[in-house]
T-cell receptor, first 111, second 114 residues
Framework: DQQVKQNSPSLSVQEGRISILNCDYTNSMFDYFLWYKKYPAEGPTFLISISSIKDKNEDGRFTVFLNKSAKHLSLHIVPSQPGDSAVYFCAAIGGNTPLVFGKGTRLSVIA | KAGVTQTPRYLIKTRGQQVTLSCSPISGHRSVSWYQQTPGQGLQFLFEYFSETQRNKGNFPGRFSGRQFSNSRSEMNVSTLELGDSALYLC?????????????FGSGTQLSVL
């Protein structure tokens, strides 16, 4: 059973517009959520995180929103840049379990 | 500060062989986790080691094993390789553990089983 779901395998956005990547989770024990970004031939790198006691965390062009009642989080990138083109993984932690990742969403930012 | 180092970067093996992958964590990090990445399944947790002890284990068969040394370096071993083991194997380190903070990943070892 997949505990962290990223239902969109890919997303294309024009440069300068907003990119919205979505993630759903099923485990109510999750209390900390992270987004990682991965370029080809490199390991994932940490992007931004949010604790379950918050509903929003912002870092520059990146904002993560958490809706606990819907068990849903989203990553907003604005404005999107060509260098943002990568695979984005949503991940969650809780209840002393290791980090659980979604399958990833491939973002393509078109110039 | 050096990042997480994984060796080798690429590996080609045949079915039935065994393979050992190596990971050197960031200096001072005591936790090392291993993940398997495949195109259809994303990142799947294999196991985590902390201070030479396996602390968590994912849902993989016993052919997948690992260990951690006193200097925090870690190895993972896959015996009796199958075609489906072809994947990118990622190692990640953290200070206290994979259950409460962000991980720092290496570039991975791309394993191809023919």
């Amino acid at each position: 059973d997949q505990q962290v779901k990223q239902n969109s395998p890919s997303l294309s956005v024009q440069e300068g517009r907003i990119s919205i990547l979505n993630c759903d989770y099923t485990n109510s024990m999750f209390d900390y959520f992270l987004w990682y970004k991965k370029y080809p031939a490199e390991g994932p790198t940490f992007l931004i995180s949010i604790s379950s006691i918050k509903d929003k965390n912002e870092d520059g062009r990146f904002t993560v929103f958490l809706n606990k009642s819907a068990k849903h989080l989203s990553l907003h990138i604005v404005p999107s840049q060509p260098g943002d083109s990568a695979v984005y993984f949503c991940a969650a932690i809780g209840g002393n379990t290791p980090l659980v990742f979604g399958k990833g969403t491939r973002l393509s930012v078109i110039a | 500060k050096a990042g997480v180092t994984q060796t080798p970067r690429y590996l080609i093996k045949t079915r039935g062989q065994q393979v050992t992958l190596s990971c050197s964590p960031i200096s001072g990090h005591r936790s090392v986790s291993w993940y398997q990445q495949t195109p259809g399944q994303g990142l799947q947790f294999l196991f985590e080691y902390f201070s030479e002890t396996q602390r968590n284990k994912g849902n993989f068969p016993g052919r997948f094993s690992g260990r951690q040394f006193s200097n925090s370096r870690s190895e993972m071993n896959v015996s009796t390789l199958e075609l489906g083991d072809s994947a990118l194997y990622l190692c990640a380190s953290s200070l206290r553990g994979a259950d409460g903070e962000k991980l720092f990943f290496g570039s991975g070892t791309q394993l191809s089983v023919l």
